[in-house]
C-alpha cells in the first residue's frame, strides 16, 4: 500500500493486544482527506485506535 499525499492516517502492518492476548494481527489502511470512516466493533477497535495514536504501555 503506497503512502498518498492525501493520506491523513496511514497504518501499515499492525499487530497488537493487551497483555498476552493479541487482539490485532497484521492491519494495514490508510484513511485519505475528505474519506469518512465508521470503525465498528469492541476490544480490538479500541486496540487498533490506541496503538495507532501509541498510546498502549
Do not use: W
Request: net charge neutral; aromatic share 6%; charged share 20%.
Amino acid at each position: 500500500m503506497p503512502i498518498s499525499e492525501t493520506d491523513i492516517l496511514n497504518v501499515r502492518h499492525l499487530s497488537a493486544g493487551y497483555g498476552k492476548r493479541q487482539v490485532l494481527f497484521d492491519v494495514s489502511f490508510a484513511v485519505k482527506q475528505g474519506e469518512n470512516v465508521l470503525l465498528i466493533g469492541g476490544t480490538s477497535i479500541n486496540c487498533m485506535i490506541k496503538s495507532s495514536l501509541d498510546v498502549l504501555p
